[in-house]
Structures are given as C-alpha cells and as structure tokens.
C-alpha cells in the first residue's frame, strides 16, 4: 500500500514540475486597448487693425482778462511781540547725598546709583521683587518702627517705604526699573549699589 501511494505521488509531482522552476511562465495576457490621444488645433483668426491718424480738432481758448487790483486801506502797521513762555520747574534728579529717611534707629541717604544705610542694626535678608520694581532690605529689631513713606525724585529710585513686623522692620525701595544691586557691609551700616 505505501509503494502504491508513493509511486502516485511522484507521478503526480513529475507531471507538474518544470525544467526551471525559476523562469518566467508563459502566460498571455489579453492585449489593452490603447486609443492615440488626438490633438486638435483650433486656426487663430488675426484681425489686422489699420493705424487711425488722429483728427484734428479746431481749439479755441477762451481768452481772459484778469484785472489786478490791491485795496488800499490805511492802517497802522501791524507789530508782532514774542510770547513768553514760562518755565516750568522741574525737580531735577538727586546727583548729591540727600537725606531721605531721619529715623530713630536708621539714617538712609540717596547718593546718585546707591543708598547709604546708616544703622547699627544687623540685616536679615534682602529681597528682589517684582511689579512694580522693589527692593526690601529687612533689619532686625524688636521696638516699634513707626510707617513712614516717601515719594523720591531720582533716576533709579522712585519711592522709600518703611515698615514695621513682629521681630524686625522693613524697608522698601521702589525702582525705576529692574535694576542690578549689589549690598556691601561698611562700618557705619550697609552700601546697596544700584546698576
């Protein structure tokens, strides 16, 4: 029985193999039909145009007479004075050390791009803020501080405020802009540089 199956399958197999299995088959395909595309030009009617002279047209100008004529008024002469224009006063910007906070503890001076600090109190922390432009400088002290506050007319620096907390008091400068600063420490209280 197995020869029998055997010898079946391989005549089944060498009916259908080929020389090369690797070889393109035989297989015709129907021809596609390809209709040729047509290219139909359209005659291009020219119209010659004769060049038209130009007609000359009769121009008559109307002619004017125009008579020149100044009024004389007898008038005395008329004499322009220049306006004074007042001047206003302008508070000019602090260029020279001014004293603009005389507490009881502290002694603050604006010099032209830094503040002078004069204080025996010893500084906690300092703080850059923003909107508007500030810069608050806290300093240790438990007595009270009464609030006081300053409109300052200056380039850098607009306006001192001074504040009192629980264990320390505040104070803050209002800058012209977002500034640079730098705090030295000096013998008679502290130097914050503005640039």
Known sequence: MKKIVLITLFFLI????RENPFSPQNIVEKPK?????????????VK???K???KKLPMKIPKVEIKKTIPVVATKPIVIKPKKVKKRKVRKPVSKSKLIYNGKFTKIRLIS?????VTKDTMLQHI???HPNRLAVDFERFDVVSP???KIYSKKVKGLKVGHHDYFYRTTFTLAKNYRY????KPYGYLINIY
Do not use: D, G, T
């Open 182 to 185: 730098k705090i030295i420490k």
């Open 113 to 117: 791009n830094s503040i002078k600090i």
């Open 128 to 130: 850059k803020l923003k």
């Open 33 to 45: 039909l390809v209709l040729p595309k047509l290219i139909v030009k359209k005659p291009i009617e």
């Open 148 to 150: 006081f506050f300053k």
């Open 52 to 54: 038209a002279e130009p």
């Open 48 to 50: 010659i145009i004769e």
């Open 14 to 17: 060498s009916l259908s193999a």
